[in-house]
């Protein structure tokens, strides 16, 4: 990390570094809450660590290099000198200050990263920024610790903001989401920001939230999340998401990641979103599919609410065959009952692993093989109490 240095003739290099916010005193991350890592020194270190913030502001620009230099190489030490500087009358005390301490800290936070990367079978955490969070969510284990070691590699400064306020957490976080070109290709990086935007009291933007819904469908997180050895931690990732998030995104949005990866946390709001007659068709045929592949037969009832449900959802192409809201909800209800579709009349139906069934496969030629399904449904379970 570059450190920020007056020139020799005393002009100031007012470089911003991204590892401290603009704002002089909001710049301490969770490395300094592990102070008992980095070690605070003795009594007489600190002392000398003050002497040299004092020095910082000395009329001559060697004893300031000198100083400068002297508070780097103390490392963490310095830490308390350092932040007590950045209230300095002085603005060439402030400055150097800042640059110091983003460098001491950045050297610091790396020092960490690397030994965690080289710890996969350890237990510690070496006092990196969410880690607790983190293992409190997913465990411990040598899968957790690869994942989370490489979101510490592919989203530095996100990971390193977990230790801020969550505005100030938020901010990191919609500053990261803007390089979407390089996140795209970049999985862990987009568990790093589920995971980060799912903290307690962090409010992303709604164009944030959106674009990290959209991020969830790419093929290189489907893989991580569903094939991937970080399978498990990802879609745990996303459930806490959901469950933080559900009421600042679009319901169909949160309902079809939970049909996507099998999140638990999405089966209130698919429940609340099949039942709502003034919602879209295809959302809400989504929504039925996931009461199906995320309930019991305990949740059937509401589907078989929907059996006089004849929005049209699909149309298989070129063909007069089409998927009713009914068509969807019978399907699911034989699912959830333990029958298979197919021997009741949906002779298209095929298996999902993301939505359960292909949807377009639960479709009828036309309404005699439908009317012939339903009775088919009818004579084995019976029919609804106001039906009889």
């Not at 963490?76 to 009358?89: K, P």
């Not at 994942?147 to 976080?173: C, H, W």
């Not at 998030?245 to 990641?257: E, F, Q, S």
């Not at 809201?325 to 333990?338: E, F, P, S, T």
Request: negative net charge; proline residues 4%.
């Amino acid at each position: 990390m570059a450190m920020a240095f007056c020139t020799a003739s005393g002009e100031k290099n007012h470089r911003a570094n991204a590892a401290i916010p603009a704002s002089g005193n909001r710049i301490l991350l969770a490395i300094q809450q592990d102070t008992s890592r980095s070690g605070q020194g003795t009594k007489a270190s600190a002392q000398q660590a003050i002497q040299l913030v004092e020095q910082l502001s000395s009329q001559r620009f060697q004893e300031r290099d000198q100083a400068t230099r002297k508070l780097a190489a103390m490392g963490m030490t310095a830490v308390a000198a350092l932040q007590a500087g950045l209230e300095s009358s002085d603005a060439e005390v402030r400055s150097r200050c800042q640059a110091i301490l983003a460098d001491v800290i950045g050297r610091d936070f790396e020092d960490r990263v690397k030994r965690f990367q080289a710890d996969p079978d350890g237990t510690d955490g070496y006092g990196l920024p969410g880690f607790d969070a983190y293992t409190q969510l997913l465990g411990n284990t040598p899968a957790t610790r690869t994942l989370f070691a490489n979101m510490l590699e592919q989203s530095r400064g996100v990971m390193m903001a977990l230790s801020r306020d969550p505005e100030e957490l938020a901010v990191a976080i919609d500053t990261q989401i803007v390089n979407v070109s390089h996140i795209m290709e970049s999985p862990a990086a987009m568990a790093a920001l589920f995971f980060a935007s799912s903290r307690p009291n962090v409010r992303c933007e709604t164009p944030t939230l959106d674009m990290l819904n959209f991020l969830s469908t790419s093929r290189v997180f489907t893989e991580m999340a569903t094939t991937g050895p970080g399978a498990e931690a990802c879609q745990s990732i996303l459930n806490e998401w959901i469950t933080a998030n559900g009421d600042l995104v679009r319901p169909a949005d949160c309902v079809y990641m939970a049909l996507r990866y099998g999140l638990p946390a999405g089966l209130p709001l698919a429940q609340s979103l099949a039942a709502d007659p003034g919602a879209d068709a295809n959302d809400r045929m989504h929504a039925v599919l996931a009461v199906a592949k995320l309930g019991d037969a305990s949740h059937s009832g509401l589907l078989v609410k929907l059996f006089d449900e004849q929005d049209v959802c699909l149309t298989y192409a070129n063909t007069n065959w089409e998927a009713q809201l009914r068509d969807i909800a019978l399907a699911c209800v034989l699912h959830l009952k333990g029958e298979d579709p197919k021997d009741f009349g949906f002779v298209n139906r095929e298996r999902s692993d993301a939505t359960l069934y292909t949807p377009v496969t639960l479709s009828f030629a036309g309404e005699r093989e439908r009317q012939l399904a339903f009775a088919k449904y009818h004579a084995r379970f019976g029919r609804r109490p106001d039906r009889n």
